[in-house]
């Protein structure tokens, strides 16, 4: 889900600048939760709870890992928008890569 998020973004950079300066979304981050009101959000949100679940992660790290997995792919996305910041690599694969071997969900 993540690696389709970064290359969509970073093939469509102006649905990036549309959905996020828009403000027609509320994502919350406090201490116990992160939570929000945007569709997409919830669907990431859903499957990477089942996701931890399948894997037996316990409980108390959900909402860290949750918080780790977003800023990945969100922040992957936002670079690939960036006009000053340039990448000759495959965005997916990128992702990909970081996805899967250095973000630890334990």
Do not use: Q
Not at 80 to 90: E, L, P, R, V, W
């Amino acid at each position: 889900m993540g690696i389709a998020y970064v290359e969509f973004f970073a093939d469509n950079p102006h649905y990036f600048t549309f959905i996020y300066d828009s403000g027609d979304y509320r994502i919350d981050l406090t201490e116990d939760t992160f939570d929000g009101d945007f569709e997409p959000f919830h669907l990431f949100k859903e499957i990477g709870l089942l996701c931890m679940e399948y894997n037996h992660v316990e409980k108390e790290k959900h909402r860290d890992n949750l918080i780790v997995m977003w800023a990945t792919a969100h922040g992957l996305a936002a670079m690939a928008n960036m006009k000053g910041f340039h990448y000759n690599g495959d965005w997916g694969a990128l992702t990909k890569k970081l996805l899967y071997e250095k973000i630890i969900l334990s």
